[in-house]
């Protein structure tokens, strides 16, 4: 498809076990961010990246979220010894360039920490 | 999904009426604005932008007008439609060299037939 894809849709997790998110963004396009979506609230900002440079991981809660994206397209967020407090859904954008353009969302992961 | 709008603003109008959904930023540095439309169960979809060198920018049935003294920014929809029910978000870009945007808590459209 044409737009930014994430998968899984939704994923139930045990505390403590790891997950993995996978985002496949369009085609082409230099910048890739993951935003965190609580329930009722607008997304909030975790991590940057240009190509496959990480310039920016303000964001993430804790040294439990890790993100890569070694080939400069496909991005994985990765969480470790999950918490109740992760359960959100995590949103993944792209944008062709860098700087004041808007972003392009992927329908997002439900994750759910019982 | 719908339990999302318990925690929301929320805007109700009857079909074929203007909307207008308001929204208050933050910092005086933010020089590029997005509003997003967020269906339930769906990622935020662009509707339109305007840069801060502007104060009023018309797209297809909808209007964003842009206050820089009062820090506002609104987003007028005429002619809403039952398509148009969401949570609308409006999004501040505070860097020049990348798109790192803040999201405001967002408002629920609902549209009455």
């Known amino acids: 498809g044409a737009g930014v894809s994430q ?17 496949d963004p369009i085609s082409g396009h230099v910048s890739l961010f993951w935003y965190q979506q609580a329930l009722g609230q607008g997304p909030e900002f975790l ?3 240009q190509n496959e440079a990480q310039l920016d991981k ?3 809660p804790s040294d439990r979220f890790f993100a890569e994206r070694p080939e400069g397209s496909v991005s994985t967020l990765k969480i470790q010894r999950t918490q109740q407090e992760d359960s959100a859904v995590y ?5 062709p360039r860098q700087g004041n353009e808007k972003l392009f969302f992927g329908s997002g992961t439900q994750l759910s920490v019982l | ?3 999302v709008g318990l925690h929301l603003p929320t805007l109700s109008v009857q079909e074929g009426d203007n909307s207008i959904i308001n929204c208050a930023y933050s910092n005086s540095a933010s020089d590029y604005f997005i509003w997003y439309k967020q269906e339930s169960g769906k990622g935020p979809q662009f509707i339109i932008d305007i840069r801060s060198n502007m104060d009023k920018r018309q797209g297809q049935r909808v209007t964003v007008l842009l206050n820089k003294t009062v ?3 609104s987003l007028q929809i005429a002619a809403t439609q039952p ?13 020049d060299n990348f798109n790192k945007f803040y999201f405001g808590s967002g408002t ?5 037939p």
């Open chain 1, 7 to 23: 998968s899984p849709r939704y994923k139930v997790a045990k505390r403590g076990q790891d997950v993995a998110l996978r985002c």
């Open chain 1, 47 to 49: 991590t940057y990246f």
């Open chain 1, 58 to 60: 303000s964001g993430l």
């Open chain 1, 91 to 95: 949103l993944c954008a792209s944008s």
């Open chain 2, 1 to 3: 999904g719908e339990s």
């Open chain 2, 71 to 73: 820090k506002h920014l």
């Open chain 2, 83 to 95: 398509g148009d029910s969401a949570v609308y978000f409006c999004a501040e870009n505070r860097d």
């Open chain 2, 108 to 112: 629920k459209l609902n549209v009455k």
